[in-house]
């Protein structure tokens, strides 16, 4: 499927893309001058007995957990970070993560310390207070794979606000960019700072936001959002695009507008070495590829089409922001991956067949352009599973259910 390209040239369009000159012409947002704050007394808020004891409960060690020094408390959100960014240590129990096996070795500990460091809600702790993890915060951005992969990086520090949904870093010579946002902390921000700092912070879709605004203010850096996902903390992020793409960011890197996750999920394609960075559109769970269903915000019809698109570009890595990283041997590999897992999911979405999907489209020309999408998901067009069990005509069925479209949206 050839696509068009709408190009987003970083030397013409310098008022929206400024130069890396122009950003080293700024002053930092991220160095104040010293002045003295006078100290004010710290008031502790006072907790009712039920609220102190469910904050201890929280923090408890689960049972589940291996005798030891590293443990999961019940605060854990099932976010599958730690497991794997650490999976000799982690794994799942009960729907939460917990350490099935101590770390025996430098390396493995070193792994468990950084999972307690990226992990969102600060589930992860330790009977001891841990003498080594001031060196494992300064492994932060950690390289995902020198030789395969130079100068990517997992950023960890992830966010409760994303749900711990995953940052990435690329060092590039017109800029450094930023993809979806960490949680802020300014030991984090020196080391990104020492690797060139960042010029583009990247927002694959609404849900994975974070602390945008924070890492802009520290590296003065312009932030990029699809209109359809702009949402009230995001409406004074410098660059909306519109449309349905795809767009350039230089030479050697596009954005693959792919909805269904949300309106405006957009995928970083960074072609100097075949990686997809893709949000929350599509990612590899414990159980394999999945697009999760249950948090989808607009359309799994339309997120199924768009993994489709997928299928035309050059790419053997996956990043996403949840879940595990993939590395594809080749294209063909990664096509016939792709469309073995959207021949699967059409089976379990039967609504959104050939046959439906035109009728919800002729459908959406009665009533408002949203509506078809959120009828699709609240599974009113089930009603198509009754018609072929009774054996009616295909027109038959098709005449049928757009009347009761039309119905239920009269009595709406």
């Known amino acids: 499927m050839a696509m068009s390209t709408k190009a987003i040239n970083l030397a013409s369009f310098s008022s929206v893309f400024p130069s890396s000159l122009d950003k080293l012409n700024k002053p930092s947002k991220g160095v104040q001058n010293s002045f003295w ?9 006072v907790q009712s007995p039920a609220e102190s004891d469910t904050g201890r409960w929280a923090k408890q060690r689960r049972p589940q957990n291996a005798d030891g020094d590293f443990f999961v408390d019940h605060s ?16 799942r129990v009960g729907g939460m993560s917990a350490v099935y096996k101590q770390p025996t070795c430098k390396d493995d500990r070193l792994k468990a310390l950084q999972a307690l ?10 009977e001891v207070p841990p003498p080594d993890i001031l060196e494992a915060q300064k492994t932060f951005p950690i390289p995902i794979d020198e030789k395969k992969l130079p100068g990517v990086y997992h950023c960890g520090y992830h966010s409760s606000k ?23 902390t300014e030991r984090l921000a020196r080391k990104i700072e020492e690797l060139g700092g960042v010029c583009y912070m990247f927002l694959t879709h609404k849900d994975d936001v974070a602390d945008h605004g924070k890492w802009s203010k520290r590296f003065c850096c312009d932030r990029i959002l699809h209109s359809g996902d702009v ?16 767009w350039r960011l230089g030479q050697d890197i596009m954005l693959i507008h792919t909805p269904g996750h949300t309106e ?124 072929n069990a009774v054996g009616l005509l295909y027109w038959s069925k098709l005449l049928m259910l757009l009347f009761l479209c039309i119905i239920i949206d009269s009595m709406v």
């Open 37 to 45: 704050v006078p100290r004010i007394p710290l008031v502790k808020a």
């Open 76 to 91: 854990c959100i099932d976010c599958d970070t730690c497991r794997w960014m650490a999976p000799q240590v982690f794994t």
């Open 117 to 126: 460091i990226s992990c969102p809600t600060n589930s992860i702790r330790t």
């Open 162 to 184: 994303s749900y711990g949904a995953s940052s990435y870093l690329i060092i590039h010579p017109d800029g450094n960019i930023l993809i979806d946002s960490p949680k802020f």
């Open 231 to 246: 949402e009230a903390c995001t409406a004074d992020v410098e660059t909306k695009l519109d449309g349905n793409g795809p």
């Open 264 to 387: 405006g999920s957009v995928c970083l394609f960074y072609m100097p070495l075949k990686i997809l960075f893709t949000g929350d559109h599509l990612l590899m769970r414990e159980s394999g590829l999945d697009i999760v269903e249950m948090y989808n915000r607009y359309s799994v019809g339309t997120q199924l089409d768009s993994v489709k698109k997928l299928l035309d570009l050059d790419f053997n890595w996956i990043m996403p922001g949840h879940g595990r990283r993939i590395e594809f041997k080749d294209i063909e590999e990664k096509n016939a991956i792709l469309e073995a897992f959207v021949e699967e999911k059409a089976i379990e979405h039967p609504t959104f067949s050939a046959l439906t999907r035109p009728l919800c489209d002729l459908y959406s020309t009665y009533s408002s352009p949203s509506s078809c999408n959120d009828k699709r998901n609240s599974g009113y067009i089930d009603v198509v599973v009754v018609l």
